[in-house]
Nanobody, 122 residues
């Protein structure tokens, strides 16, 4: 089972990026999927999550209104659209999947991707 994240890069403040995370090895259509990030010297923090039905979405206060999470169950893929990026968004972004939202938000997910670097210059 693998989660493969992509789409990171170096951008300027105010720019946009879209991260993708594709799952392989099993179907994640019934799983909650989400994104975390970890900046240098800081703990990993929750960014966003979306349940299998896409009925609701959940965001950290720091990204609410700027980031949008979505998923395509047919493609086993979750996306994170990041707009109005700020230098403080600089971090390695990890996708994750778990059966329970509470477990995912507690950073205790069953599955984690390898991370993709996002760097926002001022």
């Amino acid at each position: 089972v693998q989660l493969q994240a992509s789409g990171g890069g170096l951008v300027q403040a105010g720019d946009s990026l879209r991260l993708s995370c594709t799952a392989s090895g099993r179907t994640f259509s019934t799983y909650v999927m989400g994104w975390f990030r970890q900046a240098p010297g800081k703990e990993r923090e929750f960014v966003a999550a979306i349940p299998w039905s896409s009925s609701n979405t959940y965001y950290a206060d720091s990204v609410k209104g700027r980031f949008t999470i979505s998923r395509d169950n047919a493609k086993n893929t979750v996306y994170l659209q990041m707009d109005s990026l700020k230098p403080e968004d600089t971090a390695v972004y990890y996708c994750t999947a778990d059966r329970l939202l509470s477990t995912l938000r507690a950073s205790r997910s069953d599955y984690w991707g390898q991370g993709t670097q996002v760097t926002v210059s001022s």
